[in-house]
């Protein structure tokens, strides 16, 4: 069995990850780390943070995710600040009433936004690679639903024609960013074990 650490201090996303990790694949978490996030992209702050994290948590595989929602009328925000769009301590809470109070008077239609996820993944402390999820979707004037974390009770899901917020995390899993870009990697993972 493949083992992998995952450097994250969201308990959403762990339980996310291990959800979808199969049996040839175990996760594991690791001690919370203060790692700067200082990066102009997911993928630079994914790096920053994987790297951060292995220097205090030594693994064979390690990998970190940066995810964040880009509202297209607002030119891409939150997007690599998504979660401290309100502040540095920010909650889901007031991260989302910013949101909606930034989209107030905003059409349906101009609404689009997408959630992005790059997740890099380290072998022995080097970059092995990065892998990229995106969905699309729109954001919505209320919370719709008590699924999820973050920004998933505001970002309508066209295709299933509800919120993440009403997503179970093993259907949400199927759809969302996170989920396409985790699943990305772990085809590699065994396709160059």
């Known amino acids: 069995m493949l083992e992998l650490v995952c450097a994250t201090s969201n308990r959403g996303k762990l339980r996310e990850f ?4 199969g049996t040839d694949i175990s996760i594991a978490g690791c001690p919370t780390a203060d ?10 702050n994914a790096i920053q943070k994987a790297l951060c994290y292995h220097r205090l948590n030594p693994a064979a595989w390690l990998f970190a995710d940066d995810s964040g929602l880009e509202v297209d009328v607002l030119e891409g925000a939150p997007g690599i600040h998504s979660a401290r769009f309100a502040g540095p301590a ?16 905003v059409p349906p239609e101009s609404r689009t936004a997408r959630f992005v996820c790059t997740i890099a993944l380290l072998h022995d402390g080097r970059l092995a690679r990065t892998f990229r999820g995106t969905v699309r979707g729109r954001v919505l004037r209320r919370h719709s639903g008590r699924q999820g974390f973050g920004y998933d009770p505001l970002f309508y899901y066209p295709p299933l024609r509800v919120s993440f917020g009403h997503i179970p995390a093993d259907m ?10 985790f699943r990305a990697m772990l085809a590699w993972l065994r396709d160059n074990q």
Do not use: I, M, V
Request: aromatic share 4%; charged share 25%.
């Open 18 to 21: 291990r959800l979808a990790s």
């Open 35 to 44: 790692c700067p996030e200082t990066g102009a992209t997911f993928e630079a």
């Open 90 to 105: 920010a909650t889901d809470r007031e991260n989302n009433l910013l949101l909606l109070r930034s989209l107030a008077g």
């Open 172 to 181: 949400k899993w199927q759809h969302s960013h996170r989920g396409r870009a």
